[in-house]
């Protein structure tokens, strides 16, 4: 197993961006490793109930349920507002 950080700043103006981050840690989760998210600048707001709902990558892919699976499978979400 191997440990996986992904720090995530985009917010809304780049959702797309963000989306795919998190679709990356979803795979590396998949795969049995250690995942954590830092979500720092405008990325905060993922952290916030609801935020994500609707936010998609160009390709089609929702957040929320990235987040989700993320969440239901160990990882852990830091989100720093400083």
Partial sequence: MKKFLFVISNG???AGRATRAF????VACEKGH???VFLV???IHWAQFGMADGAKA???EEMKPF???LTE???TIYACKA
């Fill in 12 to 14: 809304f103006e780049k």
């Fill in 23 to 26: 679709q990356f840690a979803q």
């Fill in 34 to 36: 250690d995942v954590k």
């Fill in 41 to 43: 600048d405008d990325a």
């Fill in 58 to 60: 160009s390709t089609g």
């Fill in 67 to 69: 987040i989700d699976y």
């Fill in 73 to 75: 499978h160990g990882a």
